[in-house]
């Protein structure tokens, strides 16, 4: 904890709040000087509190103490997003070799995360990069959480297409109750909304049109809040693929073309190109 003290004092004193003030938590003067000097570790209790003192949330401090980078999954996911939508092939590759080659800090997680970056490498370029027994070990890992958090949920909402209809049912619906007790903190509620929106494609695309009406009465309890742009956007234009895929009614194309539209004018440029690509694709296999 000794780089923790250090940033701490950083962020009290440029919030001009003196130790005695930070005391008031139940911690002495002295003790409190001595963790800003790194001489001295805290209980987490203690931590938490003398954080609130400061007022200042604990990802926050935690993204400090990562030198102001995201966690390693979310650092790997912003890159496989580049790759995926400029279609660069070779860098996912060059990604996935330096992930495997990488020393890994926690070795559960890098096995997982590597799995994922295997999954969206073969999706991308149809060659084999995943197995069997890495999907296995990706589902018991996801089965053997008893409360699903952010890691959990990204991991789900990016590898979730894989899976088969049976297993994705029950990870799916099992989310929210594993979910639920994180579900008032805005970046969860927000990854839960993504991971709904995904299954629900995924079972648009599988043709499994009673599972998607499941799924889209979830989304409409959600209520994505206005500056939720991107998933109400992506939402109305799965609404669409939902109603073609059941009645066949050409209106729903010029409905998702017109949410393409939307997502070019909100600046989602890279977006739209996956959505415009997606319609085409059914469009053809539909003419």
């Not at 938490?48 to 995201?70: C, K, S, T, W």
């Not at 009673?210 to 309890?221: M, R, V």
Request: proline fraction near 1%; aromatic fraction near 12%; include cysteine.
């Amino acid at each position: 904890m000794k780089e923790f003290g250090a940033i701490f004092k950083k962020f009290r004193k440029s919030r001009g709040i003196r130790l005695k003030d930070v005391a008031k938590a139940g911690i002495s003067t002295s003790q409190l000087s001595r963790f800003e000097k790194g001489q001295t570790d805290l209980t987490i209790t203690k931590f938490m509190l003398i954080l609130d003192e400061i007022n200042m949330p604990i990802d926050e401090f935690m993204y400090a103490v990562h030198d102001f980078h995201r966690d390693d999954l979310n650092e790997l996911l912003s890159k496989i997003r580049l790759f995926v939508s400029t279609h660069d092939i070779d860098g996912l590759k060059k990604l996935l070799n330096s992930q495997l080659e990488s020393e890994p800090k926690r070795e559960k997680f890098h096995h997982i995360n590597t799995i994922l970056l295997k999954i969206r490498l073969q999706d991308l370029s149809g060659e084999s990069y995943y197995t069997q027994e890495d999907l296995a070990d990706l589902t018991d890992y996801l089965f053997s959480v008893e409360y699903w958090g952010y890691y959990e949920l990204l991991i789900f909402a990016n590898t979730l297409d894989v899976l088969n209809h049976e297993t994705l049912m029950v990870l799916a619906k099992e989310m929210s109750r594993r979910s639920d007790f994180y579900k008032e903190i805005p970046n969860n509620r927000r990854m839960i909304s993504t991971m709904l929106l995904n299954v629900y494609i995924t079972c648009i695309e599988r043709e499994e049109l009673i599972d998607a009406l499941y799924f889209e009465k979830q989304l409409n309890q959600c209520f994505f809040i206005e500056t939720e742009i991107y998933e109400r956007l992506v939402f109305q234009y799965a609404q669409n693929y939902y109603q073609y895929k059941k009645e066949g009614n050409n209106q729903s194309i010029i409905e998702m073309k017109k949410y393409i539209g939307a997502m070019k004018l909100a600046g989602s440029e890279h977006i739209a190109k996956t959505y415009e690509a997606h319609l085409k694709k059914l469009i053809e296999e539909n003419s």
